[in-house]
């Protein structure tokens, strides 16, 4: 078992000191929240599958073999390597998440239960666990086993109808605006989720979308549609 350290950069405040996530995420909006909550004094792990890790680590620029984009947003981190497939990854898991007071996840809807890792698999062991599943589309609808990417949720919401010049094309946003902005709803909410258990002893399960998210960047458009019929648009 692999376990690295990134200690490099961030805030050591330490106001999130006593928390443990286990961050299942790869890629940007799960580890970009995991990051915030560990410059602020969280303790997070970071599960990674054997062999390739975070796909994060083979993109350029690199500096001493790892790239710049994985160093950043996982500072302040540890990283284990776990083989979730197997009888010994999900039993030391498992041992894991009961001294955890949150899991946070990007895999598609109804992965973790069939790899038996799920919400209600661990409530059983560690009853104020808190769940955050960051997905595409939720975790219920049509849409729930549709992969797609950040200008897909934006387009589907209606926001790049809302860019660019009038009668033209669409203009593509210069970032990521729901991937960025999924993982600060994620943040905030797995802090309100931990507040409540810690009051309550007793977790919950969230679940941030990442095409939901995109939709409540837009408050105007939504209340001129939803109130008249009127669609918004360059």
């Known amino acids: 078992m692999l376990l690295e350290d990134y200690k490099e950069g961030g805030v050591d405040v330490g106001a999130l000191d006593g928390i443990r996530v286990l961050d299942l995420s790869r890629l940007l909006p799960g580890p970009y929240c995991s990051m915030l ?3 602020f004094g969280a303790e997070v792990i970071k599960i990674e599958e054997p062999g390739r890790g975070d ?19 996982n500072r302040n981190k540890k990283s284990v ?3 979730l497939k197997s009888d010994a990854g999900r039993a030391t898991f498992l041992k894991l998440a009961q001294t955890a007071d949150v899991v946070l996840e990007s895999y598609r809807p109804g992965v973790l239960k069939r790899l038996g890792i799920d919400y ?9 666990i808190v769940y955050c599943a960051i997905t595409g589309y939720g975790k219920r609808g049509p849409l729930v086993d549709q992969a797609d ?16 010049e009038p009668g033209g094309r669409p203009a593509i946003p210069g970032i990521l ?3 960025m902005n999924a993982a600060l709803m994620a943040g905030m909410s797995i802090l309100m ?11 919950q399960e969230i679940d941030i979308s990442l095409y939901n998210t995109a939709l409540t960047l837009m408050p105007g458009a939504a209340s001129l549609y939803f109130g008249s019929g009127f669609v918004a648009e360059i």
Do not use: C
């Open 37 to 39: 909550l560990a410059d």
């Open 120 to 128: 209600e698999t661990v409530s059983r062991l560690n009853p104020k």
């Open 55 to 73: 796909y994060s680590r083979s993109f350029p620029p690199f500096q001493n073999g790892f790239g710049y984009w994985h160093l950043q947003l």
């Open 193 to 203: 989720a931990v507040r409540h258990a810690e009051q309550t002893g007793t977790g």
């Open 81 to 83: 390597v776990l083989d």
């Open 149 to 164: 990417h950040d200008i897909g949720y934006v387009s589907l919401a209606g926001i790049t109808s809302m860019s660019g």
């Open 177 to 179: 605006m729901a991937d």
